[in-house]
């Protein structure tokens, strides 16, 4: 069973802010993409999301800066997370939990019922991040993901928001 869903957990507002994603932000997205993963996704996808895909930058308001995105997806009462990335220099301050609280949030705004997210097997800080805000494993997709060795398998999460 899952364990209660995490509460609002607001970012400092006095040093940043998070707004939607524009056509204009992709570049400095793209470019924290490539320092924050060794595989990550390439511009187009970048672009094909601004389309379907919800997605949120969180900026540094004294240097109007991108330090991180969230990219989700609202498919009828399932909230998917696509992508959550915090620049590596901003990195294990507290924002990541902030961002994914704040996606949390924005899932029960669409009344939504359950969040799903997929993490490469080998990303146990990520891992850890969604365990501690109640997300389940519950499946594994074999070989979903390119790497350096060939491919990798994805963990499925799952956090129930009701
Ligand atoms: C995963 C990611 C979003 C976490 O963001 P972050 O701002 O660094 O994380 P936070 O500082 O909010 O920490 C949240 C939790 O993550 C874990 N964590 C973060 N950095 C860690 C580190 N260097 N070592 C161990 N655990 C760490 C901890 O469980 C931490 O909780 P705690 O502070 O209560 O111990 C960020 O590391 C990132 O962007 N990584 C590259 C992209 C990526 O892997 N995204 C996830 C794809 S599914």
Not at 54 to 67: A, C, Q, S, V, Y
Request: proline fraction near 2%; include cysteine; hydrophobic fraction near 35%.
């Amino acid at each position: 069973m899952n364990s209660p869903a995490p509460n609002r957990q607001s970012l400092n507002n006095e040093q940043y802010f998070i707004r939607n994603i524009r056509q204009t932000d992709l570049d400095e997205i793209y470019s924290i993409e490539k320092r924050a993963y060794k595989k990550g996704w390439s511009y187009g996808i970048f672009q094909q999301s601004l389309t379907s895909n919800r997605g949120f930058i969180l900026i540094r308001r004294d240097t109007d800066n991108i330090i991180g995105y969230g990219i989700s997806q609202v498919i009828v009462d399932e909230f998917h997370i696509l992508n959550i990335c915090i620049h590596p220099d901003y990195q294990h301050q507290g924002l990541g939990k902030g961002l994914l609280y704040f996606l949390l949030d924005k899932a029960r705004e669409f009344s939504c019922k359950d969040v799903f997210l997929e993490v490469r097997a080998s990303n146990l800080i990520a891992i850890q991040l969604y365990l501690d805000a109640g997300f389940n494993e519950v499946g594994v997709r074999k070989n979903y993901y390119p790497s350096e060795k060939g491919r990798e398998d994805a963990c499925q999460m799952c956090l129930s928001l009701f």
